[in-house]
């Protein structure tokens, strides 16, 4: 006969202790856990709250995911696209490859912001410099409407 297994601790419940201790890490997954509602109840006010103190500690993900909250809204959130496209552009100065395919994105597509092809082609590239899925098929793709469009 077998020993009584231990149940397994909830992760959300280990990691919602250590965000409530400053860990920024933990803050982020803690968010992500609320989004999804995984291991929890799904929270969006909860998850935009988690997001934000992470955010405040410069998570550059948590900046991400929040933007993107921003940028549409969800749950509870409504739009807030000016503070939406600072949040995604501090993620993508700072790296972040999700980020900065996204800006490549919202620029080639005039997407909240003017389209601008040579700035969507430049956070392309710097999402593509690092391996990010699909950035060198949408600069080549940019590229190719540059050079085909009004004036060129």
Do not use: C
């Not at 929270?43 to 933007?67: C, D, F, P, V």
């Not at 092809?117 to 990010?132: F, G, V």
């Amino acid at each position: 006969m077998q020993p009584h297994a231990e149940p397994l601790a909830n992760p959300f419940t280990i990691l919602l202790e250590h965000a409530k201790q400053g860990n920024v890490d933990a803050m982020f997954e803690v968010a992500k856990f609320y989004q999804a509602g995984e291991y929890t109840d799904q929270n969006w006010q909860a998850a935009i709250n988690w997001y934000e103190k992470a955010s405040e500690n410069n998570h550059t993900r948590a900046m991400l995911y929040l933007g993107k909250i921003l940028l549409r809204g969800a749950g509870p959130q409504k739009a807030d696209i000016p503070r939406a496209l600072q949040l995604i552009q501090q993620a993508a100065n700072a790296g972040v490859a999700e980020a900065q395919f996204l800006l490549g994105q919202l620029y080639e597509k005039g997407e909240y912001v003017e389209q601008d092809l040579p700035s969507a082609i430049r956070w392309y590239r710097a999402a593509e410099l690092q391996k990010y899925p699909r950035a060198r098929m949408a600069m080549r793709r940019s590229i190719e409407a540059y050079k085909t469009g009004p004036g060129n």
